[in-house]
């Protein structure tokens, strides 16, 4: 038996029915190919969405909102941390060498999530380390929950515009090489 598909001309209300999925496929490709040039993995917000406010505490126990530390038109860094993480551990040199080659174009913001840690034990490791960006302590999970961080090593760097531009997790980030195309030097 012979099966015939039949031609059929597409008329303007097909198109029109079509232009959703064909914008939605197309924001979608666009959106998976900026990750992989990135290396992005997504393990927290999306790539493109706008950084969203978190209200945390500095070392000394005052309010801080993590968007204040952002300054307008600077990427900025942020890596969801804990003293007890390995991965956070190895994960260091990376941001530590991030500050050094980009400390005046990047914001290096950390934020120590409250899961088997305390403010004190954060302060100890920033005074052993010598840090000299900000570390916020996130007590009630406000940043954890704004950013839908599922755990500790995650970073995002976001671009000029606040917005997304990568995420990962792990010791092995090669966070330089995201910030250096968030820069547009690569």
Known sequence: MKTSISRRTLTRPDLRRAKPLILTAGVTLAMALYSMVLGAQEVALLLGTQAPQATLEDLDGNPVQILDLIEDGKPTLIEFWASWCHECEELQPEIDRVHATFGEEVNVVVVAVAVSQSQRRVKR????????????????????????????????????DGKVAYTGTGGTQDLVGAVERVLGNR
């Open 125 to 160: 490791h920033v005074a052993e380390h010598g840090a000299t960006y900000p570390y916020l302590w996130d007590g009630e999970g406000a940043a954890v929950r704004a950013y839908k961080v599922p755990g500790t090593s995650v970073v995002l760097v976001l671009d000029r």
